[in-house]
């Protein structure tokens, strides 16, 4: 199987825009869907965008997402931050015979 | 608006089998979707376990190494998790989840149930 690696921690200011990276190790990033998942203390994780760079309805279009295949990465980019988008953001995908999440980032908002 | 709700024994112990069921409100679980479990510790993050669907199509993370097992229940729209022979390193916050297809796009999750391994 493989790993997706994510920085452990991002801090950034209010009305800043911040990018949060998630590499596969092996395997094309292209070959299968990436989700986004953010997760704030207390709650379970709930989906800020899905295959890639879709946004579920009620996600603020500040939230986009995108592959970078020359990286082997997806990125997870937040624009006009706000001191609630402060969470846990793990990025997920999968092969033929399982799922996989990354270690998650720590996004602090300060 | 779909939501789901997990149940069972907060303690288990070593070596025993560990249970616990998924109710499914607002989705009928006879149209179709697959229903995963996934869990979360400091010590591995976020782990999926497992789907399965009600047609009986399951696929489960080799690394549980057949422990786990995840059944379907149309009639009464919940789906379960059994994992066999457990040891601390299962204590874990464990979560539900539903997917449009196996593997992809876990939502909506449970609230989550902290399962705690130890005599």
């Known amino acids: 199987n493989f790993m997706l690696t994510q920085t452990h921690s991002v801090s950034e200011s209010p009305g800043k825009t911040v990018t949060i990276s998630c590499t596969r190790s092996?395997?094309?990033?292209?070959?299968?869907?990436v989700q986004w998942y953010q997760q704030r203390p207390g709650h379970s994780p709930t989906t800020v965008i899905y295959e890639d760079n879709r946004r579920p309805s009620g996600v603020p279009d500040r939230f986009s997402g995108s592959i970078v295949t020359s990286s082997n990465s997806a990125s997870l980019t937040i624009s006009g931050l706000k001191t609630e988008d402060e969470a846990d953001y793990f990025c997920q995908s999968y092969d033929t015979t399982t799922a996989v999440f990354g270690g998650g980032t720590k996004l602090t908002v300060l | 608006q779909v939501e789901l709700q997990e149940s069972g024994p907060g303690l288990v112990k070593p070596s025993e089998t560990l249970s616990l069921t998924c109710d499914v409100s607002g989705y009928s679980i006879s149209s179709g979707y697959y229903w995963n479990w996934i869990r979360q510790s400091p010590e591995k993050g976020l782990e999926w376990i497992g789907t399965n669907s009600l047609g009986g199509n399951s696929f489960y993370n080799p690394s549980l190494k057949s422990r786990a097992s995840i059944s379907v229940d149309s009639s009464n729209n919940q789906f379960s998790l059994r994992l066999t022979s457990v040891t601390a390193a299962d204590t874990a916050v464990y979560y539900c989840a539903r997917s449009i297809r196996p593997f992809n796009w876990f939502d909506p999750w449970g609230q989550g149930t902290l399962v705690t391994v130890s005599s």
């Open positions: 092996s395997g094309s990033i292209a070959s299968n869907f």
